[in-house]
């Protein structure tokens, strides 16, 4: 098992990935990350942002998952958003999430002060996981919000780190 930088050749697999996800929980819905236009280029999304990084995560050779953090809203040099975490099925369970989750909260945790991410309360599991870092539930969306089918919104703040 490997965690490392997205590459060009990971952006297929990780759209396939993102979209099964999306699709088998119904959410392959407008205002989902389903039609984030950079969705079939996320190196070169994250790549084009300040204090970004997308990482995936290799099984056996395999992408099997990934996580993002990029600046959020108007405060970007202060706030970051936690995004796109996905992970294909036959691979959950298995403490990837919390791996991709700890590499992700430390490099946040050396450039902002507070990590804010979307999800939607039918992803059960995601919420738990999420509450289990210190994320706090929100009562709505933090203005610069772009996923309107969302229905979870959380903050953590972050530790700094040197």
């Avoid at 070169?44 to 998952?65: I, K, R, T």
């Avoid at 289990?132 to 933090?142: A, S, T, V």
């Amino acid at each position: 098992m490997i965690i490392r930088p997205i590459e060009e050749r990971d952006n297929a697999a990780v759209r396939e990935i993102i979209s099964d996800s999306l699709e088998s929980h119904g959410l392959a819905i407008p205002g989902s990350a389903y039609f984030d236009p950079q969705l079939g280029e996320l190196t070169q999304f994250y790549d084009s942002l300040p204090h970004a990084c997308y990482w995936v995560v290799e099984v056996d050779g395999s992408v099997v998952g990934g996580v993002g953090i990029a600046p959020f809203g108007t405060d970007a040099t202060t706030i970051c958003e936690l995004q796109k975490l996905y992970l294909r099925p036959e691979v959950q369970g298995r403490g990837l999430s919390r791996l991709l989750m700890d590499q992700a909260l430390a490099f946040a945790a050396r450039h902002y002060k507070q990590c804010y991410l979307e999800t939607t309360h039918s992803l059960r599991t995601a919420c738990i996981l999420y509450e289990k870092y210190g994320f706090r539930l929100l009562p709505e969306p933090l203005p610069g919000s772009e996923h309107s089918a969302m229905d979870a919104w959380y903050l953590k703040d972050l530790e700094p780190q040197p």
